[in-house]
């Protein structure tokens, strides 16, 4: 300690947590915000397809390869996110 109760320099250093979000967190949050906001763009696409498209028949194929991709990434994104937030 030094004379105005201020921790030494040494004891700074080695009692000092790690600053911010590591990068491979940031970047599963944008993948998982990505994943969603092609989510929702793709449903709405698909509504107003439906709904706009009075004489024309409508088909939606869905792919459930790109439907699991997505929703994982979504997921471990939501999942990290609460785990962090729980800390």
């Known amino acids: 300690m030094s004379r105005e109760g201020a921790p030494a320099k ?4 080695a009692s000092a947590p790690a600053a911010g979000t590591p990068i491979w967190v940031w970047l599963v949050y944008g993948l998982g915000i990505l994943a969603g ?3 929702l763009f793709s449903a709405l696409f ?3 397809a439906l709904v706009l498209s009075d ?10 390869p790109a439907i699991a991709l ?3 990434m979504v997921l471990v ?3 990290i996110w ?3 937030r729980r800390r």
Do not use: C, H, N, Q
């Open 77 to 79: 994104a939501l999942g």
């Open 55 to 64: 004489d024309v028949p409508v088909d939606a194929d869905i792919s459930l």
């Open 37 to 39: 906001a092609i989510f």
């Open 10 to 13: 040494r004891e700074e250093k």
């Open 46 to 48: 698909t509504l107003g």
């Open 70 to 72: 997505w929703g994982a």
């Open 82 to 84: 609460l785990v962090r």
